[in-house]
């Protein structure tokens, strides 16, 4: 089973400012997805993560709110960018167990307040 | 309208008492549903995928079961480790790139 590390495990940021969030895989992976989870509100995938090229992005989410980086099969950044208080939430990064991408590996989550 | 309904939202058990939670959908033409179980301060972790109705899947005290309209998860003599939020996701034909997950049932088991 793949480990999967995000760092910071938490921070409060002020309205307008930026914040990028690392998520690390212990072994090669083709894709990685990051979500969103808010109170009351199921899981919601923001992005898609390839190697190589650009993510794709779920509808209501933008590459201007949230770049993304993919320098490598193990690793991938979700920015969130001029944050407020709507943004603050859990941020997870997932990468497939195997075939299956439904089937995932999640890391501990990044939980964000914007105040 | 909601696609993917868990039930209950919260269920309270003691220590060996079996129950069993929802997960009903909406959707047509089901690709797949995934059941995960998600612990406080960590990310889901993957439990079951069933694909046809009628598919049941176990794994220790937990068992998935699938018709074609719902889901359900048998816990039997649940231990209190087995308190968590268990998360079901769908996944279908009209998208079949990304799931669609309910909000969780979050249970919690008494010893």
């Known amino acids: 089973s793949a480990v999967i590390s995000q760092k910071p495990s938490r921070d409060i940021c002020q309205r307008g400012t930026s914040l990028t969030i690392q998520c690390q895989v212990d072994?090669?992976?083709?894709?990685m997805f990051w979500y969103r989870q808010q109170p009351g509100q199921s899981l919601t995938l923001i992005a898609t993560a390839n190697q190589g090229s650009e993510a794709t992005y779920e509808s209501g989410f933008v590459i201007d709110k949230f770049p993304i980086s993919r320098p490598n099969l193990t690793f991938s950044t979700l920015t969130v960018s001029n944050m407020s208080p709507e943004d603050s939430s859990i941020y997870l990064c997932?990468?497939?167990?195997?075939?299956?991408?439904?089937?995932?590996?999640f890391g501990p989550g990044t939980r964000l307040t914007v105040l | 309208e909601d696609q993917v309904t868990q039930s209950p939202e919260a269920l309270r058990l003691q220590e060996g008492e079996s129950s069993s939670l929802n997960c009903s959908y909406t959707?047509?033409?089901?690709?797949?549903l995934f059941w995960y179980r998600q612990d406080p301060g960590k990310g889901p972790e993957f439990l079951f995928t069933?694909?046809?109705?009628?598919e049941e899947k176990e794994k220790e005290r937990l068992k998935a079961t699938l018709t074609k309209k719902e889901s359900f998860l048998h816990i039997t003599a649940p231990k209190p480790e087995d308190s968590a939020t268990y998360l079901c996701a769908v996944l279908w034909a009209g998208n079949n790139r990304k799931l669609i997950w309910g909000l969780g049932t979050s249970l919690a088991v008494n010893p």
């Open positions: 997932s990468a497939p167990r195997g075939s299956s991408y439904n089937e995932q590996f």
């Open positions: 072994s090669q992976v083709t894709m």
């Open positions: 959707v047509s033409g089901l690709r797949g």
């Open positions: 069933l694909y046809s109705a009628g």
